[in-house]
């Protein structure tokens, strides 16, 4: 049983450049989700798959930031734009099933602005 | 109405000793409280969850202690460890809204 996998660790680059990340889910894990991390806090949610719909996305989200999971399987997160204010952790988490289910997240994307 | 309080936000203790974290919620459509632990460069891991139907929850060292009435509840960490040095995370959700609310998290240190 693999785990919640993201794609890079780690990410340096300039601001006003664009990046992207990947999560892959556990299998058969129905529902996605991207948080973003800053030191010495606590995750705070971006938004939310069901299958391939994007469900809920928090104000965190500007118009810089879009995700998609095409095929209700791995998901991207890109940020356009990049600022300085974006350097962070980005995670994502997966969960199975209906009503509250525990997440699982994985390890990560580090994400820092120059 | 959305945030979770959780204190304190750092915790030293001798090992054997029993470590305890507690947190707040004001929104009472909160139904789902688990807790993470978080190790540097990881993301959180799940340890224990508890649902507003149950005062309390016990899994191995790890016990949930749930006051419905107070919208407080704590994590004990029984015969703390050296190696159950790090960062915990409170959160909250509520069954039609799946995101989780995370506390600021304790960072707890336990001394060999």
């Known amino acids: 049983d693999t785990g919640v996998s993201q794609d890079p660790r780690h990410k340096i680059t300039k601001r006003g450049q664009n990046v992207t990340f990947r999560c892959d889910p556990i299998?058969?894990?129905?529902?996605l989700y991207w948080y973003r991390q800053t030191l010495g806090q606590g995750p705070e949610f971006l938004t939310y798959f069901q299958n391939e719909a994007q469900l809920e996305k928090s104000r965190l989200l500007s118009d810089r930031f879009s995700a998609e999971r095409p095929k209700g399987s791995f998901s991207t997160l890109e940020i356009q734009r990049t600022e300085q204010g974006d350097s962070a952790m980005y995670l994502c988490?997966?969960?199975f099933g209906q009503g509250n289910q525990p997440q699982h997240f994985g390890d990560g994307t580090r994400l820092s602005i120059l | 109405q959305q945030q979770v309080k959780q204190s304190p936000q750092s915790l030293i203790v001798q090992k054997g000793g029993i470590s305890i974290i507690n947190c707040a919620y004001e929104?009472?459509?909160?139904?789902?409280f688990p807790w993470y632990q978080q190790f540097p460069g990881k993301g959180p891991a799940l340890l224990i969850a508890?649902?507003?139907?149950?005062s309390e929850k016990k899994e191995g060292r790890f016990t949930i202690s749930f006051n419905k009435s107070a919208k407080q509840f704590s994590l004990h960490i029984m015969d703390s460890q050296p190696g159950d040095s790090a960062t915990y995370f409170c959160?909250?959700?509520?069954?039609?809204?799946?995101?989780?609310?995370f506390g600021p998290g304790t960072r707890l240190s336990v001394l060999p």
């Open positions: 959160a909250a959700s509520r069954d039609y809204g799946q995101n989780f609310v």
């Open positions: 299998s058969e894990h129905n529902r």
């Open positions: 508890i649902r507003p139907d149950v």
């Open positions: 929104n009472t459509a909160f139904d789902y």
């Open positions: 988490a997966s969960s």
